[in-house]
């Protein structure tokens, strides 16, 4: 079986992005109506995933993709809860029904309602309600809600431990994944996206964060931002600074395969252990289109990854066990979808003979 840990709903039908361009509107004008989600038919969203992310998937001879609501559309800069929360909670609801349209391609993942500082209270609430109630597999984590700016206090901090808490009860990973960028000095996806995958790893070299936490788990997508690079930076930094080798963060911190070339993915192939590396595409994403030196389409990172040196363990390990592993929630579902094929395959073989 082959997972995609990191894929988003960028293709969700015009009523989604009709509710929230309207939300924006309400809050520049209160004289406006109060703004309510877009009717989506079945259909619509049938429309939308069928001719993009699933006919890729099943192209690239993928199996199935964790989904999550378009990073850049998160948009977590801004300020009102109650924004916020609808928000999150109509991009949620739509990506379940994804999940329930097609449940063996697509296992749901939470948007968050953070808002820059903001009280973790509402952000939790949507959590719970997303793994309890819709059987979510995980959760994308915003370490800058502010888009560029960085007015929400470090992922080490305390600030954060209510969430963790919940986390590690609810045994759902996050993908720490930052949404558009506000700051014109940051390119949302050929900046921003990095700066914050490789910020969050040097707050975790500083920090004893996961001897307070030691279940808690996190995917820092897009390789690990320069993070593989420049391994040797940061044992350096943590030889100075007195604290333990980075290599002890990998029994908590995973890396994803987003990286669009193939020396790219060699080089995290050689520094990172196959035991902390996700598949992930990321399609339909950041980078579209293909590279014309080698026809490859840029997000087809399993062409990448099967061109890797690796032991049939080791790749397997990548392309699946690591998934299941990182994601239990995801696991259990597939174990339950797999009883239920049994099941069925047994109820209808008496009557094999009989037609």
Known sequence: MIIDIHGHYTTAPPAHQRYRDEQLAALGDPRLPPPVPGEISDDAIRDSVERNQLRVLRERGGDLMLFSPKASGMEHHVPDQATASAWARASNDLVHRVG?????????VAQLPQTPGGDLRPVIDELRRCVGELGFVGCNLNPDPSAGFWTTPPMTDEYWYPLYEAMVELEVPAMLHVSASCNANFHTLGAHYLNADTSVFMQLVESDLFGRFPDLRFVIPHGGGAVPYHWGRYRGLAARLGRPD?????????????????AGIDLLCRVIPAGNILFASEMLGAVRGGDPRTGIAWDDTLAYVDN??????????VVEHNARRVYPRLHRRLLEQQRRREVDRVAAAPHAGLR
């Open 100 to 108: 329930v349209l097609f449940p063996h391609a697509f296992a749901p």
């Open 308 to 317: 890797v040196e690796l032991s049939g363990a080791d790749r397997q390990a």
């Open 246 to 262: 980075p290599g002890e963060l990998l029994r908590n911190v995973f890396f994803d395969t987003c990286v669009y070339h193939q």
